[in-house]
C-alpha cells in the first residue's frame, strides 16, 4: 500500500535545480546586489550569458541536425507547434482580463510561448517512453537553433504594444548570442571531445551562470519594487495559467500527432519536444532582451512553467513506457 503514494511523492518532487533557482530569488529578495555590487554583477551576467552559449555552440552536434532531418513532417509539426500554437496561445492568455492574468506577469507570459523547446529533457522522456529518439535529438536541436534567431523575432512583434525591442536589444542578442553560438560551433571541432568528457564539470558552470543571471535579474527587480508588483494571488493564478498553456499544448500535440497518422513512437516525440520549454534557453535570452527591473518579472513565468512540465511530463512518459506494443528502436 505504501508503494502507490510513494510513486506520487517522486513525481510531485520539485527538481533541485529549481530549488537552487528559486533560493536565488529568495537571496535576492533579502540580500539584492546594489550599490557597488550593481555593476561588477551587471558585467559577471554579460559573461555569464555568453558563456552559456559558447557552450550550447559547442555542445550541439551538427550531425544531430542532419540525422532524421528526412522526417520533415514530423519536425515541422514540432517546429509550428513551438513557434506558431504556443505563440498565439501566449499571446491570447496575456490579453484576457487583468483579473484573471496580471497585467504585470502578462509580457512575461508572451515571452515565454516563444521560447525554443528543451533538449536534454525531451530527449530523456522520449527514450524514458520508448519513442522515437533520433527525431527528438533532430527536432529538439532544430529548434534551439531556429530559437536563437526566432524566439527574439517573435518577442519583438507579440510584444510590440509594450514597448518592442530596441536597436540596443538586436546588437545584445548578436553579441551575447550569436556570437558566442558560431565561435562554440566553429570551435567544436577542436574542444567538441574536451567538452563532452567535461560534460559533468561543464554541466555545473552552465547551471551556475544561469543562477547568477536569476539572481542579478532579482536583485535589480527587488530593487526596483517587483513584490510590490506581484502578491502571492498573482503567483496563484500564474501557476494556473502555465498548468492551462501546457494542458492545451499538450492536447494539440497529441490531437495532431494522431489526426495526421503518425507511428506511435513519433507521437511520443512530438508531445515531447512540441510541449516544452527551455529554461536554459529562456533565462540568458532574456538577460538580454529585458535588461533593468522588469526582468525578474519576465522570468517569473518560465521557472513555474519549467517546474509544471518536468513533473506532468515525467507522468506522461511513465505512461507510454507501460504501453503494450513492442518497444521502439531508437533509429
Not at 508503494?3 to 533560493?23: E, F, N
Not at 529568495?26 to 555569464?48: C, D, N, R, Y
Not at 497585467?103 to 516563444?114: D, E, K, Q, T
Not at 495532431?256 to 513512437?265: D, I, L, P, S
Request: with cysteine; glycine share 8%; hydrophobic share 55%.
Amino acid at each position: 500500500m505504501s508503494a502507490k503514494p510513494a510513486g506520487w511523492l517522486t513525481r510531485l518532487r520539485p527538481d533541485w535545480y529549481i530549488v537552487l533557482i528559486v533560493s536565488m530569488v529568495a537571496l535576492a529578495s533579502v540580500l539584492p546586489a546594489q550599490g557597488a555590487a550593481e555593476p561588477v554583477f551587471k558585467v559577471a551576467t554579460k559573461i555569464a550569458i555568453a558563456f552559456v552559449f559558447f557552450l550550447h555552440g559547442a555542445k550541439l552536434s551538427r550531425e544531430a541536425v542532419i540525422r532524421g532531418v528526412t522526417h520533415w513532417r514530423l519536425h515541422l509539426l514540432v517546429l509550428a507547434t513551438t513557434f506558431g500554437v504556443f505563440p498565439l496561445l501566449g499571446l491570447g492568455m496575456a490579453a484576457l482580463p487583468s483579473v484573471i492574468t496580471p497585467m504585470a506577469l502578462a509580457p512575461g507570459i508572451v515571452f515565454l510561448s516563444c521560447l525554443p523547446s528543451t533538449i536534454q529533457s525531451s530527449i530523456g522522456f522520449t527514450a524514458i517512453a520508448r519513442g522515437n529518439v533520433a527525431a527528438t535529438i533532430a527536432s529538439a536541436t532544430a529548434s534551439n537553433l531556429l530559437g536563437i534567431l526566432l524566439t527574439p523575432v517573435l518577442a519583438g512583434l507579440l510584444m510590440n504594444a509594450h514597448g518592442g525591442l530596441s536597436l540596443h536589444s538586436a546588437q545584445s542578442i548578436v553579441v551575447q548570442l550569436l556570437v558566442p553560438f558560431v565561435a562554440g560551433q566553429l570551435l567544436r571541432p577542436l574542444i567538441g571531445g574536451w567538452v563532452a568528457n567535461k560534460a559533468k564539470l561543464l554541466s555545473y558552470a552552465d547551471r551556475g551562470s544561469i543562477l547568477l543571471v536569476v539572481y542579478s535579474a532579482f536583485s535589480e527587480a527587488v530593487v526596483g519594487g517587483i513584490w510590490r508588483q506581484v502578491s502571492a494571488l498573482d503567483l496563484l493564478r500564474l501557476l494556473l495559467l502555465c498548468g492551462f498553456m501546457l494542458a492545451v499544448v499538450l492536447g494539440f500535440t497529441l490531437w495532431a500527432a494522431r489526426t495526421f497518422g503518425f507511428a506511435k513512437e513519433d507521437e511520443i516525440t512530438i508531445v515531447f519536444c512540441g510541449s516544452k520549454k527551455s529554461l536554459a534557453s529562456g533565462v540568458p535570452m532574456a538577460g538580454v532582451l529585458f535588461p533593468g527591473a522588469t526582468l525578474g518579472l519576465m522570468l517569473l513565468p518560465i521557472m513555474i512553467f519549467h517546474q509544471i512540465q518536468l513533473m506532468a511530463c515525467a507522468t506522461i512518459a511513465q505512461a507510454y513506457a507501460k504501453r503494450a506494443d513492442s518497444p521502439a528502436e531508437t533509429r
